[in-house]
């Protein structure tokens, strides 16, 4: 949920950032303009002003937009996580959409690692109960002291003598 939460915050920010761009651009390329040949600040104001408007005019709307897809993928994980709607039919009816989108939508967050610890079997979640995989330990008699040194992988160094140890293939 956590993740969600971060992701919603940084693109808010954006999106407020851009908005301010176009609101402070406007007046920006204003006051550039009319006092060009006054001093050569102006004329950076005014490119300013241009760049702030251009970016705020295209950029704003479609980081709202993203800011309002964040907070529809949020509605879904608090719906798994704390209201235990595990099937896309329930899903459906908890965020009034229609079973094709609320799919895709549950997809986007398993895949975006914001429901971590479910698997999609069919139209249903399940709890992942796989434990996870551990790299294998070899056990090794040093050639060179005799201690015995615990590594993972083909190679390792005695933290005793120093010697470079490669493993036996079986």
Known sequence: MDKILKVIKKRQITAIILTVALIVGIPSIIIGATRLGQNAGFVVLMAFGIVATVAGFYGSPVAWVAVGNAKSECTLVTAVETEHLYTVRE??????????????????????????????????????????????????DCPYCGAVVTFTGTSAKCPYCGSALQRRKD
């Open 91 to 140: 899903l459906s009816a908890r965020l009034n959409k229609n079973e094709r989108n609320t799919s895709a939508l549950l997809n986007d967050c398993i895949m975006k690692g914001y429901l971590v610890g479910y698997l999609r079997e069919g139209d249903r979640l399940i709890l992942n109960e796989n434990t996870s995989l551990h790299p294998t330990e070899h056990n090794m």
